[in-house]
């Protein structure tokens, strides 16, 4: 068996590492930092049976790369084994793509349940998961920094990103930054929806 690790925290890395061979001794186990853009990590990555995968919420390319690749590879059982909880992640129940789902603040017993289990071809998810926003804030609850109420005036202004940067002598990365913070705390999912729900805030 061959199972395969997408975690850039090593010491967590190798923790898992050891846990997969209590579990199954003579697996072959391949580390990967992120997920793979090398052709010879992207091969690794396609011979494993299991994937094990870390998700931040601020590399949503990541687990748009793995839906992908469960969906190509059906075969191939994906766990996610992420700080978050789905609804964070926009994951829904209902049409759920991985084989599994445990968090890391689970104990290793849930997430050896997990694997053993989608090993025998069923599917685990950590029953405690939250799928739906618990609360719904308000935007008065909201708080916006300086620099974020600045560019949001900018925004408004009907500035682009590049000249945003300019003005404020910032990079244009730190600038799209600062506005998928704020395009992440109104909920929202472009720009004039961010300026509609932000009025309060101009």
Known sequence: MKIGIIEDHPMVANGVKSMVHLIWRDCQVHLFSMFPNVEQDLFHLSQCDI???????????ILDDLILNQIQKPYQKIVLFTHSHPWE????????PFWGYVQKNADLQTLTQCLTQIEQNKKFIQQNLIWEKAIVETTETIILTNREKEILQLIKAGKTSKEIAELLFLSDLTVKSHRQNMMRKFD??????LLDKAQNHL
């Open 188 to 193: 929202v999912k472009n720009v004039v929806e």
């Open 89 to 96: 992640l926009g994951l829904k129940e209902s049409n759920f």
């Open 51 to 61: 994937v094990i995968a870390d998700i931040h919420l601020k590399d949503d390319h």
